[in-house]
């Protein structure tokens, strides 16, 4: 119970230095005014003791230069730390273009994860230290949440979606995962840890594992098992869009809106097939496959049509108006009335 | 002396119809307030039992006293008992019933009747809940998240949910009899800057209530709904959206945490006049602080959700108004050191008590502010940080301000002193417990201990003893006062009409009043509040 | 003292004036909870219409406009009913107060019923959600949806109207022993805005669930 004692907790991430810096400078200023109030409530109480039964105190009842000035000044610090407590918040949930992606389904009471090499893990994650990691996450029951106190990040992992967390490790070590988000009986056994290795061990431990092959090769097996090779074929004869480099792309929709063909939008295909149709193409002709992939296999067929298409961050086709021939020619993905330069909309979240 | 005892057998609100039906029908908002009074104190140990049994847990890492499954209902039924049966109902029902007519130099409130069933619902809504700990309790968490609450807790959620339900109703009826009641009843002669900040402050307390206990009771219906015909509501396979509930359920609470401290700062708004013999200082930015912190409140639930998956941008404007709100509350910290200035004062019980919730509330306040701060947030969200910051808000906050007034306005309402020696070493009991309970978990929470953990990582085990030890003083703190004060209903030294020289209206009537408190409409003459000058020789100062 | 005017004035207050200004105040902030109350379903039903806009628009289209027009029409009548009861109430004209009374009471329990039917419809065409829903369109959870929002929205409307019923019948009662004069009618003037207040209500009801379908 002692020895294990820490005042302060272990700092391993590429955030958790500047988040440091802000609690503590907060910490103390905190720490300053309730010290200033305390002695002067314990002041007063000494300095103005009632002297007698019938003593009056003075009547003093307001200085307005006063109520401004400790109106406008806190709100002066106010207003300094939420610029620097949102700053660092849109650091900590804007992940860096090179993260390795690997993806995580929560469930009551365990976490599952898998890399991209096809090593899958529960309740416990091997990155390598000083490369940004990114985790996409959901949960096939309640609402969870990935919490890493060492990296100061944390998550709410929730049904039906996907969330994202990242971090850059700085140190090796083994470091608590929790879920930090109360999920049923055993909450407090959804633990785990996670191990920040070197990346010399962490190319070791990569080539330890994966008998399966990696997450786009099992995609591609989905990908085929359950039937979607038979309609979306790559060429432009299918009744179903080429799925090649359609991944991260702009998308038409039949209503005229266009959105990002991001991770979400792929989940919510198999999920609800109409609620999102691309342009040129019909509704009630997708199956719905709601019950029939699980979370798991849908992170593998997502990332197989990563492999299948450019990658983010690659340059966008000309504004010259000709069908752009990475697209092929296919309907739908920047057909008719699609501006060929629609930039990538931000990576919902 | 003989005066004294003279006065305590004259005709009052105690004496004046005898048997318990003259009480369980009365409608004189006196006797309606101690009724509020039993129930509340009831809960209180109820929950505080939960409590107890869950610091007990606590001791060790691994589970040795309760099963899992046991200490998910204990935190649940813990939060849900206090929040709805005690801390929101707690000073409004009980110290507000009896003194805001008092206040106002009214004859009773605006609806009496209405006051009487108001507390009949509250406790047919206690009584369901309470039905449903009896029948195995529920484990969602006060919170009632979705999809756990809705499609995956075994346990009797719609029961817990229609308790609620029905004992919102008795807040909504309480509020608007306060508000009709202040607006409309005062004495001649009683403008709204006249008025004690208490009746400020309960105002705005009110006003929050009456608009925002329905969207609760609308978001516990849909939960029931849900959670009987499977319809779903929060159900992500049936197109539904789980962080909808969490949108519903925080508009409601967390205008609700501000009906919990609201309240208390009301009571410490005249506590620390009296005990200064000043009026308030900067009165009139007291009086708007707590109609701004009213307004404001209604405009930051999303701070509860940075991390639920909301958009930055939303996340940011939630941030902002949160750190506007705390203005307002720093106003009336400032103000009320302020009074005490070059005041007059005594450290008599009610005034240690406010002096905790001053030192307590600035405390609990600071961390709210870190857990306003976005990037500080993503760690300390559902840590014990966010605990210990609600329960120094909460119980160093309220329950101090909650037993300080009660220890005020006991000579009104009981007619008798109540041990002052005893009562000022119980307050340093539950001071010094009450420390040493919440400020470890503070430590715990940015260590990284999440909320809601029934065992834990073995490191974390030295700061959990602290805290149970805390908390086994501060159950022996509250258990005093509860003795001494029967003691002192029934033997206490009788009480003169204003024991402690304080300005107000309710100091004006004998301890303890009669029915109608007063018998010739008063007429308010002083040109301010906490009028001192003006009352000089009526209160014999100098 | 007459009853009427005891009742006028009661114990803790000063004048029958003052009795009334705190009414008004206690109605109008009533009033100002229950906007909350539908407020909260209307605001998850807008989150719910647009994020899922196609069946919305399905399952307005299904909505029985004929009888969900009557029904406002009767509404809006049973409201003009009561404003002159309301009106008779002021010129202390005990017949013609009942008579309208009733004539709202007659009106609301009219738009109850064709309420019902309404359901009953909804219930045998499979459209209620829950264990009766039943819909093979690639949008049946979300055209459900639609329909638990509706019957969540009307069904606690429908239960307004019923306390609302109540609450006249007792007005009636209170005519006809006579307590209601020309000096003292306030129950009927704060009841009636009770009533007034359910009727807008359904009017934005009418306006989320059926006019969608018209596609004006």
Not at chain 2, 93 to 109: Q, R, S
Not at chain 3, 92 to 120: D, S
Not at chain 3, 184 to 205: K, M, R, S
């Amino acid at each position: 119970m002692i020895t294990n004692f820490r005042l302060w907790p272990v700092s391993a991430s590429s955030v958790a230095g500047q988040f440091n810096l802000l609690f503590v400078v907060l910490l103390i200023l905190c720490t300053l005014v309730s010290v200033a109030i305390a002695i002067f409530l314990i002041y007063s109480v000494i300095r103005y003791h009632r002297k007698s039964e019938n003593e009056l105190g003075s009547q003093k009842r307001y200085n307005i230069p006063i109520e401004v000035a400790w109106t406008v000044i806190p709100f002066i610090l106010f207003m300094a730390f939420y610029v620097w407590g949102a700053n660092l918040y849109f650091h900590i949930e804007r992940p860096p273009d090179n993260a390795i992606s690997m993806y995580v389904v929560g469930k009551q009471w365990m976490w599952k994860i898998q890399h991209p090499e096809g090593q899958r893990e529960i309740n416990e994650l091997h990155i390598p230290v000083g490369r940004p990691v990114k985790l996409t996450m959901t949960s096939e029951d309640v609402i969870h949440s990935f919490f890493v106190p060492a990296f100061r990040t944390k998550q709410d992992v929730l049904p039906g979606r996907y969330t994202m967390t990242w971090f850059e490790a700085t140190k090796p070590g083994k470091y608590h995962l929790f879920c930090a988000q109360y999920c049923g009986t055993k909450h407090s056994g959804m633990i785990g840890w996670i191990y920040a290795m070197n990346p010399v061990d962490y190319q070791n431990w990569l080539t330890q594992g994966a008998p399966e092959g990696s997450l786009a090769s099992n995609g591609e097996k989905y990908f085929h098992q359950f039937g979607c090779a038979n309609c979306h074929h790559f060429n432009n004869q299918g009744r179903c869009p080429d799925l090649r480099n359609l991944y991260m792309r702009p998308v038409l929709l039949t209503t005229g809106q266009t959105v990002t063909a991001d991770d979400s939008y792929i989940r919510r295909k198999l999920h609800d097939p109409d609620a999102q149709v691309p342009w040129g193409f019909s509704a009630g002709v997708m199956p719905n496959f709601t019950g029939i992939v699980s979370e798991e296999q849908i992170l593998a067929l997502i990332s197989y049509i990563k492999a299948l298409g450019p990658q983010p961050g690659t340059q966008e086709p000309s504004s010259s108006g000709a069908a752009p021939t990475q697209y092929g020619t296919q309907k739908g993905i920047g057909g008719p009335g699609a501006t060929s330069n629609a930039g990538s909309q931000v990576e919902k979240r | 002396m003989a005066q004294a005892v003279a006065e305590a057998i004259q005709k009052n609100y105690l004496n004046e119809k005898q048997g318990l039906l003259s009480w369980l029908l009365t409608t004189d908002h006196k006797r309606i307030a101690i009724l509020y009074t039993f129930s509340i104190t009831g809960f209180f140990f109820l929950g505080g039992f939960f409590a107890l049994m869950m610091r007990l847990e606590l001791l060790s890492p691994t589970n040795w006293l309760v099963s899992s499954e046991t200490y998910n209902k204990l935190f649940t039924m813990h939060g849900t008992i206090m929040v709805w049966f005690f801390l929101i109902p707690s000073i409004p029902n009980t110290l507000g019933n009896f003194l805001i007519p008092m206040m106002v130099g009214a004859k009773d409130l605006a609806f009496p009747k209405l006051n009487l069933a108001s507390w009949y619902v509250f406790m047919l809504g206690g009584g369901v809940t309470v039905y449903a700990l009896v029948r195995g309790g529920v484990d969602t968490g006060w919170t009632f998240y979705t999809p756990f609450s809705t499609s995956y807790s075994t346990t009797y959620v719609v029961a817990a949910a229609v308790g609620i339900f029905i004992a919102g109703f008795s807040t909504i009826m309480t509020s608007l009899n306060f508000i009709a009641t202040i607006h409309r009843m005062r004495a001649p002669g009683l403008t709204w800057f006249r008025l004690p900040i208490f009746i400020w402050s309960m105002y705005a307390n009110s006003v929050i209530l009456v608009l925002n206990t329905p969207v609760l009771a609308i978001t516990l219906v849909m939960v029931g709904v849900e959670r009987i015909a499977k319809v779903g509501i929060f159900d992500p396979a049936l197109g539904g959206d789980p962080v909808l509930f969490q949108h519903l359920f925080w508009f409601y609470s967390h205008p609700a945490v501000y009906t919990m401290v609201l309240p208390g700062m009301a009571v410490i708004s005249e506590i620390v006049p009296a005990f200064s013999r000043k009026p308030m200082f900067g009165y009139k930015a007291v009086a708007f602080s707590s109609v701004a912190i009213a307004a404001l409140s209604f405009l930051v639930w999303g701070h509860h959700m940075f991390v639920a998956g909301e958009s930055v941008y939303v996340a940011m404007a939630f941030s902002f108004f949160s750190f506007c709100v705390a203005v307002p509350s720093a106003i009336k910290v400032f103000n009320w050191t302020a009074t005490m200035y070059q005041g007059s004062v005594s450290w008599d019980t009610p005034m240690l008590y406010a002096i905790g919730f001053i030192g307590l509330f600035t405390i609990g306040g600071m961390t709210g502010l870190m857990l306003a701060v976005l990037g500080l947030d993503v760690h300390l969200h559902d840590t014990y940080f966010v605990i210990a910051h609600f329960h120094y808000i909460m119980v160093g906050g309220t329950v101090m301000a909650f037993l300080g007034g009660v220890h005020y306005w006991w000579p009104k309402i009981s007619g008798k002193m109540y041990p002052e020696g005893l009562a000022r070493i119980s307050a340093a009991i539950v001071f010094i417990g009450f420390n040493l309970t919440f400020f470890p978990q503070y430590v715990l929470g940015y260590l990284g201990m999440p909320r809601r953990y029934a065992a834990y990582p073995e490191e974390f085990q030295m700061l959990h003893v602290l805290s149970t030890a805390g908390a086994t003083i501060l159950g022996v703190g509250y258990v005093l006062p509860l003795c001494y004060l029967i003691w002192a209903w029934y033997y206490g030294r009788g009480a003169t009409p204003n024991p402690w020289r304080a300005t107000g209206l309710e100091w004006k009537t004998p301890s303890p009043p009669p029915a109608h408190n007063f018998e010739v409409t008063p007429v308010v003459t002083a040109p301010r509040p906490y009028d001192y000058e003006a009352m000089k020789e009526e209160l014999q100062l100098v | 003292m007459s009853k009427s005017a005891t009742l006028a004035c009661r114990e803790q207050f000063r004048t029958p004036a003052q009795q009334r200004e705190t009414a008004s105040v206690g109605m109008w902030i009533f009033l100002a909870n229950e906007v909350m109350m539908f407020g909260a379903l209307f605001t998850a039903y807008t989150v719910y219409r647009a994020s899922h806009p196609q069946a919305f628009d399905i399952g307005s289209a299904d909505m029985n406009i004929m009888l969900g027009s009557i029904n406002t029409a009767l509404l809006l009548t049973s409201s003009l009913m009561l404003s002159f009861a309301e009106h008779s109430a002021q010129a202390g004209n005990r017949r013609l107060i009942a008579l309208f009374l009733i004539l709202t009471m007659i009106i609301g329990a009219v738009f109850l019923g064709l309420k019902f039917t309404e359901y009953y419809q909804h219930f045998q065409e499979h459209k209620a959600p829950g264990v009766w829903f039943n819909d093979s369109s690639p949008y049946a959870n979300s055209i459900q949806m639609f329909f638990v929002f509706y019957f969540i929205m009307t069904g606690l409307h429908a239960v307004h109207m019923i306390i609302g019923i109540g609450i006249l019948a007792g007005l009636l009662f209170r005519t006809i022993i006579g307590t209601m004069t020309a000096e003292y009618h306030t129950p009927i003037l704060f009841g009636g805005l009770y009533w007034h207040f359910v009727d807008i209500v359904w009017i934005f009801l009418y306006a989320i669930f059926y006019l969608p379908g018209l596609h004006l």
